[in-house]
């Protein structure tokens, strides 16, 4: 089983035409969230981040950036540890996920 999180609410962004092709993204990421094709990072699928920041924290050229331990990606992780559903803390408003 792949552990994914609500689609499309990662704050994982890569600015393509800053990448170098180092490749740490790829070696930091615990999800496999990156891949090295043509030279740059490509994300797989962003659903798969988990918003570490381990990624933007180890890229020099700064293509990388996210948001650590914000958002629904945390809720998801809370309610997966704890046997629960998700809770943002947003009530009836969804907007914030």
């Known amino acids: 089983m792949t552990l994914k999180y609500l689609p499309g609410v990662a704050t ?3 600015a393509t035409a800053r990448c170098t092709g180092c490749g740490m ?3 930091v990421c615990p999800r496999a969230v990156f891949v090295i094709k043509e030279g740059k990072a490509v994300v797989t699928d962003a659903d ?10 180890n890229c020099a050229p700064e293509a990388v950036t996210v948001t650590k331990g914000v958002g629904c990606a945390q809720a998801v992780i809370k309610g997966f540890l ?4 998700p ?3 947003c ?4 907007s914030c996920c």
Do not use: H, N, S, W
Request: glycine share 14%; net charge negative; proline share 0%.
């Open 82 to 85: 704890r046997g629960t559903e």
């Open 25 to 27: 993204c790829v070696k």
């Open 87 to 89: 809770d943002c803390g």
């Open 48 to 57: 798969l981040c988990m918003e570490c920041g381990a990624c933007a924290m």
């Open 91 to 94: 009530g009836d408003d969804t």
């Open 12 to 14: 994982l962004k890569l």
